[in-house]
C-alpha cells in the first residue's frame, strides 16, 4: 500500500543512503527506494483481534554506483542502520497525543 507512511520511510532512507555514499567516496548513478507496507483495516475499525496499523513493511532498494555490488549491499544495511524513520519502524515508541478542543463561540 503505497502512501504518505511509506513513502516518508522511503524517502528518509534515501537521503541516508545519499548521504552515507558521499562519505565513503561513492558515486551513485541510480538509486530507487521504494516503501511498501500490508495492513489489516479491521483494526482502525475496533476488532480487537487485529492490530491496528501496518502488519509488514518493506523497502525495496535499487541502487548502482562506482563500487563493488558487496559495497553498496553494505552502504543500503549500514544507511538503514542509522536512517531515522525506519529504525522508528523497528523499535516501540513513545506515542504522546494532545488533543487541544477550541473554545464554542457564543451565537
Known amino acids: 500500500m503505497p502512501g504518505l507512511r511509506t513513502d516518508s520511510v522511503a524517502s528518509c532512507l534515501a537521503t541516508s543512503i545519499e548521504m552515507q555514499a558521499e562519505v565513503r567516496g561513492i558515486a551513485l548513478t541510480r538509486l530507487e527506494v521504494l516503501g511498501r507496507s500490508e495492513s489489516d483495516s479491521r483494526g482502525m475499525l475496533g476488532n480487537i483481534d487485529v492490530v491496528a496499523g501496518p502488519q509488514r513493511f518493506w523497502l525495496d532498494v535499487k541502487i548502482e554506483g562506482n563500487a563493488a555490488d558487496e559495497a553498496l549491499r ?24 494532545q488533543g487541544h478542543v477550541a473554545a464554542s463561540q457564543p451565537e
Open 74 to 97: 553494505e552502504l543500503v544495511a549500514a544507511s538503514n542502520a542509522v536512517s531515522p524513520m525506519p529504525n522508528g519502524l523497528r523499535r516501540e515508541l513513545q506515542n504522546v497525543v
